[in-house]
């Protein structure tokens, strides 16, 4: 039947969106049409800024290849992302510690390594950083062999990933926990890094007048069957840019307690302790957002 009206348009969509046989794909959609026929009705979307809206999905297209990610860059910046992660995992409530979003750089394979090893794999600049976790379940009963993958920037603001200067999978190792739950490694204190600005997602944000670096951090995603794989990341509360990160990352319980060790001498050293807690659950890798 043609379409009669400014209003019919969305019922007809919506009729043939409910054809599929699968229930989720026609939740999912049909939701979608609704709020995005309200959404242009809402802000009656001239015809420019629709093609304006095709130039700039197919530039996020154009903007992804294998090392980089940028439909994941820009979810993230709209805090899509975080939303994600908040409604479907803990808020860091005693029973389970809280998640943040992966990011963009996470990366599937990297090396094996001992406890006690460190993530440097060529020369890194910062200061050094011990980091001692340890892993328990929601009765506070440690949890062996977890495999903990850890991955952060180099303190000159990038992943070796974008950075020809660092060695392939420099600042990233998976480390496994021994039977009191425990684990610990090298590596250099995390220092705040500017999102890649190159992209569409860059272009939005300085329209937006936002500034780009998040806070630092150090990323996990701790996995072991029989729990919900754990994606989290932990801020120094020392950082400026908690309150301001362009990818809403930062919850309070996220916070580490990161001390120093002989500050001011050729011997100093930053100390970071974090205890996770795991929820039992479905084990699940995430797809890696690049390769
Ligand atoms: C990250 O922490 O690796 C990250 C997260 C979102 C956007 C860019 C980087
Ligand atoms: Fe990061």
Redesign the pocket.
């Given at each position: 039947m043609p379409i009669e009206s400014e209003r019919a348009v969305t019922q007809a969509v919506l009729r043939a969106v409910e054809q599929s046989a699968d229930a989720r794909h026609a939740e999912l959609v049909g939701a979608l049409v609704r709020h995005l026929h309200e959404f242009i009705r809402e802000t009656r979307l001239s015809e420019q800024e629709l093609e304006f809206a095709f130039d700039f999905l197919n530039r996020i297209g154009q903007a992804t290849n294998d090392s980089h990610n940028e439909a994941a860059?820009f979810s993230?910046?709209l805090g899509a992302s975080t939303l994600v992660c908040l409604l479907n995992n803990g808020d860091g409530a005693a029973t389970e510690t809280a998640s943040a979003?992966l990011?963009?750089?996470w990366r599937l394979n990297a090396p094996e390594l001992e406890n006690g090893a460190s993530l440097l794999r060529s020369p890194t600049p910062g200061t050094p950083l011990l980091m001692r976790g340890s892993v328990q379940d929601d009765t506070g009963k440690p949890i062996a062999g977890v495999r903990v993958d850890v991955w952060q920037?180099s303190p000159v603001g990038l992943?070796e990933n974008q950075d020809a200067e660092q060695a392939e999978m420099n600042l990233r190792g998976v480390f496994s926990t021994d039977a009191d739950g425990r684990f610990h490694f090298e590596s250099v204190r995390p220092a705040g890094y500017p999102?890649?600005m190159h992209g569409p997602t860059g272009d939005m944000l300085r329209k937006q007048n936002r500034q780009s670096y998040?806070p630092a951090?150090l990323?996990f995603l701790l996995f072991r069957n029989g729990f919900k794989t754990l994606i989290t990341?932990v801020f120094p509360g020392d950082d400026p840019h908690l309150d301001d990160d362009p990818?809403f990352?930062v919850t309070a319980n996220l916070i580490g307690n990161y001390t120093t060790e002989n500050a001011g001498t050729e011997q100093e050293r930053c100390v970071l302790d974090y205890r996770f807690t795991m929820q039992p659950g479905e084990a699940r890798l995430p797809v890696p957002p690049i390769k």
């Open positions: 860059l993230d910046a979003l990011g963009p750089f920037a992943y999102v890649p998040r951090h990323h990341q990818v990352g």
